[in-house]
């Protein structure tokens, strides 16, 4: 019933034939085939797919042993995260316990001091004593008043040996600097001898300075002198009133320049 059946199917059973003579025909059109080449070509017809499975088997291999020594590398590091994760934990509850905790004092207990066996106990204060102690106090601050006389005293005291000595000290002087202008009658007056009149006035409180002749005009010159007074000793109207006591050589005395030392 079989070979019925395959009797009917369109199957090239004698195809080896043909393939022989299709070889055989192309080996007389190119000459024969060398058996090296010809086993070469078997081998690698043969061996062309069992090569490319094996490489593929080689390749996968190596992907599982790098995935193997990748995952080793994964779980050390996991292990250090979570080695780490609890060293903060504890280090973070170590210093809130650190915060937290309160300072303890060690304290002694409480011991009873007796009195010497020398001294006489102190009694208990009896209604009668307390009176007694209330009565003694002074309601009205009568020591009170006795201290502020005294501070008042003292004080007092002070201020008038504070103002002696005051006195004592003496005082700033108030003085003056003043450039006076000299003028002559002419240009004939002697002026060394105006200047030697007015050097002779000595007055307390009253220094002079420096002096220089200035010329006015026409052959005139006016003598400019400078000097120092006390201010309560010595006044403007009394240095032209000395001055112009000399008529012969004076004609007239102005204040050039007024500065308080």
Same mark, same amino acid.
């Given at each position: 019933m079989a070979t019925s059946f395959l009797v009917h199917e369109k199957i090239w059973f004698d195809k080896f034939k043909y393939d022989d003579a299709e070889r055989k025909f192309y080996e007389q059109m190119n000459g024969p085939v060398p058996v090296s080449s010809r086993q070469s070509a078997n081998t690698s017809s043969s061996s062309g797919p069992s090569g490319d499975h094996s490489e593929l088997v080689t390749r996968i291999s190596n992907l599982e042993a790098e995935n193997q020594s990748l995952r080793s590398v994964i779980q050390d590091l996991q292990l250090t995260i979570s080695k780490l994760e609890i060293r903060l934990c504890t280090l973070e509850k170590s210093s809130s316990h650190r915060v937290l905790a309160p300072q303890t004092q060690h304290v002694s207990p409480m011991q009873k001091v007796e009195p010497p066996a020398g001294s006489p106990a102190k009694k208990a204060a009896t209604p009668a004593e307390d009176d007694e102690d209330d009565d003694d106090i002074d309601l009205f601050g009568s020591d009170d008043e006795e201290e502020d006389k005294e501070a008042a005293r003292l004080r007092e005291e002070r201020l008038r040996q504070y103002a002696e000595k005051k006195a004592k000290k003496p005082g700033l002087i108030a003085k003056s600097s003043i450039l006076l202008d000299v003028k002559p009658w002419d240009d004939e007056t002697d002026m060394a001898k105006l200047e030697e009149c007015v050097r002779s006035i000595?007055? #307390?409180?009253?220094?002079?300075?420096?002096?220089?002749?200035?010329?006015?005009?026409?052959?005139?010159?006016?003598?400019?002198?400078?000097?120092?007074?006390? #201010? #309560?000793?010595v006044g403007t109207d009394i240095l032209e009133e000395e001055i112009t006591k000399f008529e012969d050589y004076v004609q007239s005395v102005d204040i050039a320049a007024f500065n308080k030392i």
């Open positions: 000595q007055l #307390d409180g009253l220094v002079w300075g420096g002096s220089k002749l200035v010329p006015v005009g026409y052959g005139i010159r006016k003598l400019q002198i400078q000097c120092v007074v006390e #201010d #309560d000793k």
